[in-house]
């Protein structure tokens, strides 16, 4: 057998460059989520269970013409997906 340049020969297996690699990228990977996650939880928490508020705030901003009303369209559909969405367990 040759020898590589790094000194092992071509019939060994070079050691995993980064152990634990895999534990850290789970890790990474669920704190990521966390904090994507947590802003609508919190919103979830603080918009009230019905969409009548949502709705007519909305629809009073754009009949004043502080907000377009696709901007008002937005926040309505933004607030039933909202509603819907339930993060997994």
Do not use: F
């Amino acid at each position: 057998m040759s020898d590589l340049p790094n000194g092992t020969s071509s019939g060994q297996e070079l050691p995993h460059p980064h152990p634990g690699t895999a534990t850290k990228d789970r890790n990474t990977t669920e704190q990521l989520t966390d904090a994507l996650t947590t802003p609508l939880v919190v919103a979830q928490r603080v918009l009230p269970d019905s969409p009548v508020p949502v709705v007519l705030g909305a629809g009073a901003l754009a009949l004043i013409g502080l907000i377009e009303w696709p901007v008002a369209a937005a926040i309505g559909l933004g607030y039933v997906a909202l509603r819907r969405w339930h993060p997994a367990q």
